[in-house]
């Protein structure tokens, strides 16, 4: 029953992050939120797993976190270099 | 019956990590809460989660995660934050040099 809350508080928590994401005067407001999301979501896959007593989701889980991190760094090296990809 | 306590410990982490980013006008704090707070939700949660689960694989895989986002979250926010400032965005109070 505890779990089921925090899933969704966590998927409120997302929803509020979006707002956050659209409204963001800067880019890096945006890349900011995306890696809340990204975390979030790794979250969520694991309290998902754990309540289904499912092992599958938690190693999807953790690929998922090596991909956001990943993702995170590239967008910002690309935006540090101005958009270019030289 | 501890992993309860600690869920409930978490909602507050992430409830605060919302305002965190509301109330904040400048980027940098606003990046400073996302790469704390958000963090240590992380961290509570999965610490409950392994208290509920007991000693299995899943548990392993549990410590696992939450090892390998304390080392990844920090980084990201570093990151994000190098790119905004290397691009211009002075914080406030700095002297221009």
Known sequence: MFLIITMILLIIAMFVTIIRMIIGPTVWDRLLALNLISAKTILLLAIYGVYRNNILLLDISISYGIIGFIGIMLLSMFIQRGGRLK | ?97
Request: charged share 15%; hydrophobic share 55%; proline share 1%.
């Open chain 2, 1 to 97: 019956m501890i992993y309860k306590g600690l869920l409930i410990l978490s909602w507050i982490y992430i409830i605060f990590g919302l305002i965190g980013i509301f109330r904040f006008n400048n980027m940098y704090v606003r990046l400073l809460t996302s790469s704390k707070i958000d963090t240590v939700a992380t961290i509570t949660i999965l610490i409950a989660l392994i208290v509920k689960s007991g000693i299995n694989d899943l548990s392993l895989r549990l410590l696992l995660i939450m090892i390998f986002i304390m080392i990844t979250n920090p980084v990201n926010n570093h990151i994000i934050c190098r790119s905004a400032y290397l691009n211009g965005i002075r914080i406030k109070g700095e002297i221009d040099k």
